[in-house]
């Protein structure tokens, strides 16, 4: 069992009872405040750990880290002592914060140096991201798209059931939670037949995923297999994934979209590591036909997280659209890493791999507004009245997610992110 793990630990941080962050999380961030150049952090309740100042008061000796892993604006630097340097790490700040541990809390003038209170500070982009990569591997979501767009019999393209699909990504447009994006303009096809037009997208929509960010991986031209992919993958965080369908629909064929995802993708600022994820492991669904040898796992590689999203027009309340969970994904981490890596490409600290948007098999449980409003036929109504078919400007759009057992709620925080008119 990992130490940290402990559902029994308690911490002398106060922890609110529906709080994200028990002493069982101890997630990694980056964090900036008026008197504090961007650092890494952690976090406890309401409190951000500043381990840069926890590392200059000797707080960390003993442990394979300097002043620079912490003292930087990137989680990278921490990230290059592997999967072992971060457990012994959170293994560390699980013993320095827990009720029973007197030697940091019996110094009110070290604990002062050290907690910040979370609405004090700025929480930036967690990782220098090299590359990413977006996979599609929610059945329900891939034939719900499948249904709409092709023949409801044949909604899965012939390889979906084969492989993990994927494409490569934007790493410069990843944004951090609270940074506004603007709606994006490109080329559309309004009416089949016509020519195209330029503007706005009118059908601006969020996707709701899970992203995992990597280690360093193996050299140029080796694999990465099921079996070992976990000691690969630092932790994972939530993203929105946004999504312009009519930029897309145009532009799509034939090598997939293009500007209709590369203008903004918005993550959750706390990166939670695969240890603290570890006790909500489940199996995962049955897949047939049978894979192929590579792509063969062993145990379980699925997470039980639930997830939501809200819409929040301006100056109104907010409206839960989508209540979904991630155990409903048809592909894994452990696989998707390993067919990313089989023909030989090498993968980099920092690099980032989503999981497609993740839809469940109800209509609550659908992770985009495309599939909720089934392609704008069926509006969603607001709290405060109106609709919305897609995302409208001025709208902010709100995900969270957790974990809960035996009396233990991980989470992840919340990426909210707001719609500004385009330009």
């Excluded at 500070?121 to 719900?144: C, E, K, W």
């Excluded at 976990?230 to 293009?258: H, T």
């Excluded at 209540?323 to 993968?347: E, R």
């Excluded at 985009?368 to 897609?390: A, Q």
Aim: with cysteine; charged share 20%; net charge negative.
């Amino acid at each position: 069992m990992i130490n940290a793990n402990n559902p029994a630990l308690t911490s002398w941080i106060e922890v609110p009872s529906n709080s994200d962050f028990p002493i069982q999380n101890i997630p990694f961030g980056i964090f900036k405040s008026g008197q504090l150049a961007p650092r890494v952090g952690s976090r406890i309740g309401d409190k951000v750990i500043d381990l840069k100042s926890l590392f200059v008061l000797g707080y960390l000796s003993n442990l394979p880290f300097s002043q620079e892993d912490f003292d930087t604006d990137a989680l990278n630097n921490l990230m290059k002592h592997g999967k072992k340097g971060a457990r012994d790490l959170r293994n560390r700040l699980s013993k320095l914060f827990s009720t029973d541990n007197h030697d940091l809390q019996g110094n009110t003038h070290h604990v002062e140096q050290v907690l910040i209170d979370a609405d004090n500070v700025d929480m930036l982009l967690p990782v220098q991201i090299g590359d990413y990569t977006d996979f599609y591997s929610s059945r329900d979501h891939a034939t719900n798209v499948g249904t709409m767009f092709r023949d409801p019999n044949n909604a899965l393209l012939p390889n979906w059931l084969w492989i993990p699909v994927g494409y490569h990504g934007r790493a410069s447009s990843i944004i951090p939670s609270g940074v506004p994006i603007k709606r994006p303009k490109g080329q559309t096809l309004p009416n089949e037949g016509e020519d195209p037009v330029f503007g706005p997208c009118r059908l601006l929509d969020f996707e709701l995923e899970m992203a995992f960010i990597t280690f360093d991986g193996k050299p140029l031209g080796e694999s990465i297999s099921t079996k070992e992919a976990e000691d690969y993958i630092f932790g994972m965080c939530i993203m929105n994934d946004w999504s312009a369908r009519d930029i897309q629909k145009w532009e799509y064929v034939p090598l997939g979209p293009f500007l209709a995802k590369n203008f903004a993708s918005s993550i959750s600022p706390w990166i939670v590591t695969m240890d603290a994820l570890e006790p909500f492991k489940l199996e995962g669904p049955l897949q047939d036909p049978k894979v192929l040898s590579y792509l063969e796992y062993e145990g379980k590689y699925h997470y039980d997280i639930h997830l939501e999203v809200g819409i929040q027009p301006e100056n109104a309340a907010e409206t839960v659209v989508c209540n979904s969970n991630y155990k409903h994904m048809y592909w894994n981490m452990a696989q998707q890493l390993a067919h990313h890596t089989i023909n030989g490409c090498n993968i980099r600290r920092g690099d980032m791999m989503a999981s497609g948007t993740i839809s469940g098999p109800t209509t609550n449980s659908f992770g985009s507004m495309l599939e909720i409003s089934w392609k704008g036929t069926k509006p969603v109504i607001l709290k405060e009245g109106g609709e919305r078919k897609f995302i409208n400007d001025l709208d902010t759009v709100i995900m969270r997610g957790h974990c809960s057992k035996d009396g233990v709620r991980i989470g992840f925080g919340e990426v909210s992110t707001k719609v500004l008119p385009a330009e």
